[in-house]
């Protein structure tokens, strides 16, 4: 299959997409840069995944994009604490950090069945 039509992906490229948006004209260059960054790195590594050989290869990237959820959801809360950025879009935007995680740590405890 093709990542580009998992749920997954385009959950996660729709939410580095509203995070580009979100945090477009931003003056914190440094939290900008970095959670951009961590943004485009969740379908980034769903992409990466799903294009190895094997499964085990598989799960590292679907940990790795895990990963960047968390670092993701981090650096969210820290924008909006700081004020950098709208609280009532960054708060949806940590909803669906949250819950692209979840619906990650089931493909990888599925696929982890499968071995």
């Given amino acids: ?4 039509k998992l749920k997954i992906w385009q959950r996660s490229a729709r939410l580095a997409c509203d ?9 914190n260059f440094a939290l900008k840069d970095q959670i951009l960054r ?3 790195s969740v379908p980034s590594n769903i992409s990466e995944g799903e294009e190895r050989e094997t499964l085990k290869e598989k799960i590292r990237f679907y940990y790795y ?4 959820c968390g670092e993701l959801l981090t ?3 820290i924008a ?8 009532e879009p ?7 950090t949250r819950e692209i995680a979840k ?4 493909i990888i405890q599925k696929d982890k069945r499968k071995k």
């Fill in 19 to 27: 995070v580009i948006e979100l945090f477009e004209g931003n003056r």
């Fill in 38 to 40: 961590s943004s485009l």
């Fill in 65 to 68: 994009a895990k990963g960047s």
């Fill in 80 to 87: 909006i604490e700081t004020s950098s950025v709208p609280k």
């Fill in 1 to 4: 299959m093709l990542f580009e």
């Fill in 103 to 106: 619906v990650i740590a089931t």
């Fill in 75 to 77: 650096q969210l809360l």
């Fill in 90 to 96: 960054a708060l949806i935007l940590v909803k669906e």
